[in-house]
């Protein structure tokens, strides 16, 4: 059977759809599991989809993902900006991960212009609220249909 | 029954006591959660709190905190000077808080000059040791007493 | 009729397909040009495609598209960094635009990570050669539709 | 007789009540200092308040305080930013010295965020408004309560 | 019959009138254009004015009055910040420049508060809106009426 | 009766007419306010010039001219560079301020090219020597007609 | 019983072997361990070894080390260029503590060229692969040999 | 036959002969083609001179070498220091480059230190005048006569 | 009558004596003017010894002294390190003027180390206590003796 | 025969044993060099010491030993941080380098955490006093073991 | 009889043709000497060629240049970007002298892209081999032919 | 026999009278030496005077002092800005050192206003020309007088 692709968020994102809406809307991350979910199964593929605030357990779904999926799609909230080990982890392993934000990070404080993870990324897209996770999906399957 | 406030602390602060006193006293965090249970009760409030060493616990409670506090008085420690998810967090909420640190943070490393949190706060209090604890609750009260 | 969205490419862009293949691939721009035409077809919207060298184009083109179109998908190469006189026509003009970049700009020199395009953009989209094109388009059209 | 407690104000505090209400309310700067008064007389103790848009009179009236005074409270305004000869005057007295803002500075322009004095000073506090005054006037008279 | 001074306006000017009026006003180009024209005529001067978005066309304008005006009024808008070219070709003539702005450039993003073309101005006027141009004209054919 | 327009020069202005004429010219400060005086009565408008060395006394007449002026033009001198105080006083009242300057500072030290002042102002003028100051009065003139 | 050395390795650290071997080698984490183990026991000496990817379980171990352990070897992988935590932790103990690396981190991104671990270590070593941590645990038996 | 040199400057060397002599000399930018012209018809080689004061004309022109010429030796004058559009068109190509400046350039402004060109250049030569075309042609006839 | 030399202290040097006698020793500033007065008869010289904790109190004894003096001794204290007003106040008269420190500014804070006085100065000296300003009178009367 | 391990040791080093023994301790270079001798001859190998305090020397037995050597063990003292003539020395040669320092320079000023040999070299150990050498011979005969 | 022309070369020049010949190509320091004598004998003229890897030589040869030579072709190696005493040796003489080095120094490390000589020099070669010297050479004689 | 003050200066010094005599003067370093002799002999004082180009020699003669000197005057020219290595050698003698310049280096380029030895001098004196060495000849007379 295919390896799934790993839909990872970070801290605060398991307030999305209560937080701030003016910023990201009223869409929850549930909402956008269940979406990813369905979108996946299209193409006879599926996700595995995690959040946590512990910058610990996105290094250890990073180094599971290595081992057991065909794909990474990583929105590491505030650790996107401050996290090395984040980085380190994406490092050591040999698949595909596209980076997205919800916001467009550039139109924001100065702090979070900067990513460890882009340069690490295949691509990365911002902006796009929900819909950012969705194209990052639809450019991962079309990426790695032929090596499920 | 009125909330209760949130009192949270963050890395090494439960060596309060024993650890560099000739900067921080003798004085433990349990005798401060202690003065403070008792400080709150004087006017009808209430404490709640917690340590942790981990960044994401920190984040955990300031999301809880949002849901089921009048108010928060954090001393994140270290954190207070990298993290970004907690200030994430502490923007996502509704509720006043109050940024404490025990010693003076500005007679330090240069690096413990920035604080993440503080422009987020509604005030700060640091150099007073276990006081300025006792000072925030103080004020957090007065704010807060028409909203319990 | 629909107005139709404006593509335009920045300086170098002219050379896609003939210049540092191992980065760019060797799809040209009339290449991209020709599979956004058809995209766009299908939901019976149009594409206007400009490239130029030159600064001034682009700034006359993003005017032109204030007044024209219905929405801006722009590459502007090298100029991304460098054209704050980009950045005015932009902010001149109420219609979306998302900024692509065929490659990773975060994996590149360090002075290609900064853009004074990106804080005035709708989205941003890097990495994934052509499809970035082509993932902005789809973005822009579904963001637009309404409003044709 | 007991030493009084000098309560010293800087540049532009005289017009306070009038000035940016929305930032610093409408109390004015007597109204504090008639309270710091009445809180004082509580304990047997006594303030005196000065306030000057010169930099030279903070000066003086530091140096004032080293030999008549039991403690000082200042907001040095605008000076807490640019003045070297003011943290000199405070580094050259024994008495204990707690800095005070109005507004939580660190909401404010980046070169807010540096102070001269908070080195110096037993402790900080901002953002409560006029009670950052009472709040310290509280702190100092229970550290000196001892030295009267 | 005299010299003409030449008036110069950079990137986007074109727009004057529709471009966030917020900030511009509705005046034209055309308008200051015309009321430079008639101002210039008052004192049997005249203007030749020009406007492109192109930076190389300002530099072959600035080479063209070095030749055949008796002065130059300018503003380059977002060329004053980048363009090294310009300030050249300014260095390279020997008849006064007077720099304008329509905004106080001082209040706005900090790329825009250094100019490369300062340094070699007669002065500097900014933040009258369009006249910035008038007391500009107005300076330098007092500073120029005995070269005609 | 109308209210005056404040014409307030900062240290060392005293000085014009004999310091570093090569910069500054032989007119002294009193020959200008005498010129703006003049210039001022043609339109039925009168000045109160002052000049002071002392960083305080400019705070006081700013203050004093929140009150009793319909507007201000300021050479803040040195104090341009270095005093938040200035600001502050400045950012604490209502009636338009036009900055000016003798020389031309971008042509001088790079710390004379920051102005804390600028922000603030409506707008700037600087390297027209006395004319400056008379230029900024036939504007703020025209500007604050109305309200006389 | 004499006390333990604690041999504490951070983010990454358990993919040893696997990860990147043209820079860290084949060698896993379990078999320094088992090394080291052996290493120790030559000299009645014993080591607990544990590996976390949570910066807030790097705390933990170093707090409990301060009251179990008679030294401490640490390689905090990404956490050593990012955890004030860390070094607050270390600070807050009184028992000798080797900062060791496998890879030579001078030669790798600028941001890990700078330790917060370093100032408080006794000494550092890096660049000999797991022998890194063999060197350090010689040089912390022959340190601490006489305590215990 | 074999390809020309293309031999390419940029703003304002138009103005060659006339513009600040003391720095500059008074060869004009024709009396230098022509010397380029006889200089390469010795070996049988020959040149091809353009410039401009537009940046794109100097991107078209650099493509165009890369198909049609078999080396460049470039003056860009300001555009040195200020156009990655340039220096992307100069990493397209696979031709030698050789960057020229008539004055030593790093006698001048510190921004004139930093050339986008230099590192994607073979060689650079500055400070020879006139001859530091000449010396730029001598070494790339050496250079590339193998290929014509 | 030879004119005086002006000796001019800036703030906090009236507490000399007093004040951090670890770094300024005990003698008073009256002891040094009375020693600077014997020492300057010996030649037939005078001093005039003024000091202010006022920065506009310098800038008017240094405008004072361009007229009445022969030339300046001056310790600014901490004005040193932030009076343009001063330094403009320096370059606007032609004595010469010598710049003294008790202590040895370097080996104090960084900010301590930049002089705005020192370019403008004919001599530096510091770090020898009182002989600071004995051996500046000496250099001083020595550069003079011809002028009086 | 064997080729020998070079020792190199730079500026002030010869001073070891008196000079600040609260950072280097009593044990002189000599005491250092015997003990090095005598722990190679364990092995068989030999090594050769030096001591300079020329820049110029220690580039010089950088190139001998890349000849006569299999093995560099340095402390360049100062020169560490200042030299990139012995860093150039060493990135021309093949032989393994070690570089030591006595103390830990992490813990002393700013300037001296930067090296340029760092980079160039196998391993990097410090603050372990003498006993740097020793560990780094011990790891260079490991290392160089199979190629005498 | 003509005064020579010095030819300088700094550290580690001595070791071309073996050291890293990617870079630097397989002519050694000997061969360029032997070019630049059998060259310069063209035109009568005579180099003195010296090489060290002494900071100190280079000045002493400046000097002696100053008084004994015609003119200077220095390749400074890395003291171009450490050595200030060069630089002074250098502004101490009054003939001309050419900055050359072998590779493009702008594509190697950040650091050696600047050179405290080049201010000084009246040209900079670089990037041409051993071919930068013999430009060199023939610029230098050129242009002092007359001086002979 | 008292110990002898060492008087050390370094590269170019031995120029003076001949090097830019604008800034330097005529007197040449001989001059001050035989003056520096004769005044030491005034007070049964003697000098040994040493110039060197060389940084290690330098070095050299300040370990030497420590043992043979009771005190130094230095003026170590440019290696005053680049040489940690003589600061190195300051820091391990007990013997009081004065730093002299001839110039005022506040006037001169920025990387001469930093210097490596004046936080470890006694004083600093610069700016008097040749007097600078008498003054601190005097002033270290009078201070080590009662310890020869």
Redesign the interface.
């Known amino acids: 059977m295919a390896k799934p692709i790993f839909v990872l968020s970070?801290?605060?994102l398991?307030?999305l759809g209560?937080?701030?809406p003016e910023i990201y809307g009223t869409t929850t991350l549930d909402d956008i599991h269940q979406h990813l979910d369905q979108q996946a199964a299209l193409s006879g593929d599926s996700v595995a989809c995690y959040q946590?605030?512990?910058?610990?357990?996105l290094?250890?779904w990073i180094?599971k993902a290595g081992a057991e999926a065909k794909g990474i799609i990583i929105n590491a909230?505030?650790?996107t900006?401050?996290?090395?080990?984040i980085?380190?982890?994406i490092?050591?392993i040999d698949i595909p991960l596209i980076e997205v934000h919800l916001s467009?990070i550039?139109?924001r404080e100065e702090?979070?212009?900067?990513?460890y993870i882009?340069?690490l990324?295949?691509?990365?897209?911002?902006?796009?609220g929900a819909?950012?996770y969705y194209?990052a999906l639809?450019?991962l399957i079309?990426d790695t249909a032929s090596f499920s």
Chains 1, 2, 3, 4, 5, 6, 7, 8, 9, 10, 11, 12 share one sequence.
Request: net charge negative; hydrophobic share 30%.
């Open positions: 970070g801290p605060n398991n307030l209560s937080r701030e946590s605030n512990m910058e610990g357990d290094v250890n180094q909230g505030a650790y900006h401050t996290s090395i080990a980085a380190d982890a490092s050591s467009n550039y139109q702090y979070r212009h900067h990513s882009s340069p990324a295949k691509g990365v897209i911002c902006g796009f819909k950012s194209m639809e450019a079309a």
